[in-house]
């Protein structure tokens, strides 16, 4: 399986929930304890079992472009003339 992560710019985001919504993994939430310098809740990520796939939803549906999406480098394989991988 795919692992990656995001990194939201609090001090922009308007706490829309659009991300919040449209996560599949529904590990984004909006931070009820904080608020920005705009007097907004932003999005927060929480997701301690690191169950991000980096499916980049969350930065395509958010509309101050407040999140960058981190995936982990594809691992390569390669297939041997015996067909075993390496």
């Known amino acids: 399986m795919v692992h990656g ?26 931070d009820t304890t904080h608020l920005n310098a705009k007097g907004y809740h932003p999005a927060i990520l929480n997701d301690p ?6 499916c980049a939803i969350c930065s395509v549906v958010c509309p101050d472009v407040c999140i960058m999406v981190l995936r982990e480098p ?13």
Do not use: Y
């Not at 594809?74 to 390496?86: D, I, K, L």
């Open 49 to 54: 079992q690191q169950e991000c796939t980096g």
């Open 5 to 30: 992560t995001i990194a939201i710019d609090q001090a922009r985001c308007k706490g829309c929930n659009l991300c919040v919504t449209f996560c599949p993994q529904h590990i984004i939430a909006l």
């Open 74 to 86: 594809a691992v390569s394989r390669r297939v041997t003339q015996e067909g075993n991988h390496v």
